[in-house]
């Protein structure tokens, strides 16, 4: 499938936007060597699907050789669950469970843990539809955030809401944190932002 500008046919709020992510893909390599990616606001519906089949395309398109990880919201939060919350209450009961449902438990860990490590290592990390409402969400978005911002990768956050929103909802999940401003730090540092 081909994503081009003139297929997808923006909004007229958008025009700016798709010029600015032309820009941007237009420059790729120079961006993904200073890890400069993009926080977009306001992304829900048609317009998210919009955007991200948009910049997942124009990733996939690149004659790099990079590795890209596209993750819906929904899936990620699924797997700060899985790990944050189901593995670790199983195995703190460990030596109560048969050998069958410890290899299945073994290898939920396993998937889980794959899964992360592509979210972090990946050259590009699209996550769309960020929408933190869990303290385990929240936890494994600010670890994935920190990791990659330290390793200099490139990372796609397209989120519903506006940024108050955002700001509203994860200092809501952890009040006494300094979580918010850990990630706006991070994001912003090396994000491009649009709304």
């Known amino acids: 499938m081909v994503y081009e500008i003139e297929r997808i046919e923006p909004m007229a709020q958008d ?32 317009r998210a699907r919009r955007i991200s089949n948009f910049v997942v395309g124009k990733y996939r398109q690149t004659e790099l050789p990079i590795t890209c990880q596209h993750v819906p919201w929904r899936d990620f ?17 460990d030596e109560q469970l048969s050998e069958h449902v410890k290899q299945e438990v073994n290898i939920a860990n396993r998937v889980s843990r794959d899964s992360l490590v592509k979210m972090v290592a990946a050259d590009v990390l699209i996550l769309t539809g960020v ?14 955030i920190e990791r990659r911002h330290n390793l200099m990768a ?4 397209m989120t519903p809401g506006q940024p108050h ?10 009040p006494d944190d300094t979580v918010w401003e850990r990630m706006f730090q991070r994001l912003y540092q090396r994000c491009l932002v649009a709304m």
């Open 131 to 144: 929408a933190p409402k869990h303290r385990h969400e929240l936890t494994l978005l600010d670890q994935t």
């Open 165 to 174: 929103d955002l700001a509203i909802d994860v200092t809501r999940i952890a």
């Open 154 to 157: 490139t990372t796609v956050l």
């Open 15 to 46: 025009v700016d936007l798709f010029a600015r992510l032309n820009n941007y893909f237009d420059q790729l390599d120079q961006n993904l060597t200073s890890g400069l990616g993009w926080v977009i606001f306001n992304a829900s519906g048609n």
């Open 77 to 93: 939060a699924l797997n700060a669950y899985m790990v944050e919350v189901e593995l670790q209450q199983i195995q703190a009961s």
